[in-house]
């Protein structure tokens, strides 16, 4: 007897090994929490230098664009050079190895801009320390030459925090000594470990930049296999909407923190700021992330100077506010525009999140991430709205009191009628004016009445005397 094969079966097979296995690791994820993040931490750190290398492409797949269309291409067609499949391969990998030449040369002229002044600012700080102590002496001889008695008690306090320094010494700083060094080569480790990662993820980008379209074209033909046509077609589209968010909001915020680290180096430079250059390029880089990076990069930038000149860095900090408001409204605007499509509060809310579950990086990418799933979710609600015939316009819905279930109409929302209060008629100023000083006349003359009358009667008691 020859089987008939029936696909029910195998679509019941499938959906039970789904839910078999989803429950699985529902449980698995419930009572082993530890184990799993570990396992995805361990996963993670494998797939680190692959994640570093699609960052990477993904960064400088503009960069490549660029040299493609607007340098090489127009260089070899005004050399007459005949560009066949060959010659356009070679023509990629020029501009891919120039794009990742251009990245390395920008990050190691940031690092020599800013260690050399960072090493010199905390030498000068250890170096100005002596002075620092010398200038709270003058201060406390001058108190004690106006003729205040406070050797007991400056004697008491050098005692008293002597011996606390000394509690804390023995108590606090001696046994994590072990613990401190372990952090401190944990630190260097972590360090040597990135770099790492990050130089085996450039050469990955380099292959990813190279076949950056054959790559997309096999991911939508993985989609078409595995997807019914009308669910693919709604994958692309979301892809293409994550790419123009993530990749128009990326692109514009470095370019407007390269323009607000320019002109903080003009400003810095024209008030005759000490370390121009390193202050300028903390508030450059800082202002990357969103909302909260501008004052983050100028706080350690406002003591830095604060030691040096305290009145400076009261400048400096209302320089930042200044520079920081025409960012936020005049330049920022122009560069970015509306491309997040997020409210103030949003932008908020997803800056926190993203930085407590990844820190600086997912303060970045915060912003774009919710600007997607905020999209995602608000399409989902239209074609909902749009396939029970009601309308999607948000105003609509700002003052209705229901839906009408026929015509799936807004009702305008109901206001309860107020009783009529009997108008009165306005009083002019002068109107207002006049009655207070005519009511203060008629109190003054009561008054005044009341003195003159007896007086008068102890005239006529003198007089009768």
Known sequence: MKYRWDNRYLHWGVTAFLVIAASILFYYGIFHMNTLVAGIKTFLGIMAPIIYGIAIAYILSAV????????????????????????????RWICVISSLLFLLVVIYALVMMILPQLIRSIMNIIYSFPSYVTVGEQWLNSFIEKGWDMDA??????????????????????????SMLKNISAGIFDVVLFLKNFLIGAIVSLYVLADKERFVAKSKMFAYAIMPEKWANMMIHAM??????????????ILDSAIIGVLCYIGVTLMDMPYAVLISVIVGVTNVIPFFGPYLGAIPCILLILFIDPLKSLYFALFILVLQQFDGNILGPKILGDSTGLSSFMVIVAIMIGGGLFGIP????????????????????????????????????LEIDCLDPVTRKPL???KEAKPAKEKKEPDGFFVKLWNALVKFL???????????????????KGDKK
């Not at 008629?442 to 006529?460: H, P, Q, R, S, T």
């Open 412 to 414: 305008p929302l109901k």
């Open 362 to 397: 997912g303060m970045i990418i915060g912003v774009p991430v919710c600007a997607v799933i905020y999209a995602a979710i608000w399409n989902l609600i239209g074609h909902s709205l749009k396939g029970k015939d009601m309308p999607e316009a948000e105003e609509e819905y």
């Open 442 to 460: 008629l109190a003054l003359w009561l008054i005044l009445k009341e003195n003159i009358m007896k007086i008068i009667e102890k005239i006529k």
């Open 153 to 178: 008690d400056a004697i008491n306090m050098l005692n008293q925090y002597s011996a606390q320094a000394q509690d804390y010494l023995t108590t606090n700083i001696l046994p994590q000594m072990q």
């Open 64 to 91: 490549v664009n660029f040299l493609e269309k607007s340098v090489v291409y127009p260089l070899l067609v005004k050399a007459g050079v005949k560009l066949e499949k060959r010659g356009h391969r070679i023509t």
């Open 240 to 253: 293409r909407f994550t790419h123009k968010t993530f990749g128009g909001f990326i692109s514009g915020k």
